[in-house]
C-alpha cells in the first residue's frame, strides 16, 4: 500500500506538471491569458485566434452556474442559431453531474471556465481550502471536456486581493461583468433583454445564467439580446480562451484511468499542508 501510494503520488505530481496546473513552466498555457479582454481594457480586440484588426466593436457573452441539463443545451441552440460563441463559468460539481453538457460547450467552440467547485463564497476560504477547490474543479474539468480552464469567476463576484494572488498562483486570471441581466431576480425576459441591450458598449463583459435555478427566460431574453447587438454590428468575442491539453490522449487516458476522487485529490492535499 505504501508502494503503490508512492507510485499513485509521483504519478500526479507528472500529471499535475504536464497539465500545468501547477505554477507556469510546462508551457501549456502560454499565450492563453492574452487572450482575455480585461472589462477595464475595453478597446481591446482580444489577440490571438480572433481577427486583430476586426473594427467592429466586440462584447462577451457570459453564462454562470452550469453546465444544466436542460438549459445549458438550450442556450447552446441559441447561440448556434446566430453562429455566437460565449463563455461558460461552470461549477465543478454540476461538471460532476452533466458531463455531457460540459462537453457539448465545448465541442460547440465556446470557452468553458472555472465558477469553483459548489459555489462557495472564496474570499472566505483559507489558501488551502482554495487551492483544494480550484484544483477539484480543474480535475472535473479535465475528466469532462479535456481542457483547462484559465480564468475564475468567483462566485457571487466575491473577490479580493488574496483570492486573485492565489488563482494567479494556480494560473487562473479573475474575470468578473459589467453588465448584469440580474436574471436570477423575477425579472421578465423582455427585462433581461432590455437591461442588457441598453447597458452594452464596446468591450462589455454580460453576465448570464444557464443554470442555477429555472432559466427558460434567460433563452428567451437570449433570442432578443443576440439580433439586437448584431443589428449594432457587434461581433461576439471569447473570453479566457480553454487551455486545451497539448498532450493528449496520452495524459487523458492516464488521468482517466485513475478514480475520480483518488490521487489527484490526494496529491493535492499534500501540496498544500
Ligand atoms: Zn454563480
Partial sequence: MIGSGN???????????????GPPGGGVSAGFHADRVPVSHPEDPAPGPDPVENPRPVVYLTFDDGPHPVYTPQVLEVLASHEVK???????????????AARQIVEEGHSIQSHAWNHDTLTAF???????????????????TKTQATCLRPPYGATSSRVEKWANE?????????????DWTDISAGGIARRVIRRVAPGSVVLLHDGGGPRS????ALEVIIPA????????????????????????AFALAWPRVGTCDRYWQQEVQ
Fill in 217 to 220: 427566460r434567460t433563452v428567451s
Fill in 7 to 21: 507510485i499513485l503520488a509521483a504519478g500526479a505530481v507528472a500529471l499535475v506538471a504536464l497539465l500545468g496546473v
Fill in 170 to 182: 494556480l494560473g487562473l486570471t479573475v474575470e468578473l461583468w459589467d453588465v448584469s441581466g440580474s
Fill in 126 to 144: 483559507s489558501r488551502k481550502e482554495f487551492i483544494r477547490d480550484m484544483n477539484r474543479t480543474q480535475t472535473e474539468l479535465l475528466y469532462a
Fill in 86 to 100: 460565449a463563455t461558460f463559468f461552470v461549477v465543478g460539481d454540476m461538471v460532476r453531474r452533466w458531463p455531457e
Fill in 229 to 252: 447587438l448584431l443589428e449594432e454590428d457587434y461581433r461576439f468575442g471569447l473570453l479566457c480562451r480553454p487551455n486545451p491539453l497539448s498532450v493528449e490522449p496520452a495524459v487523458c
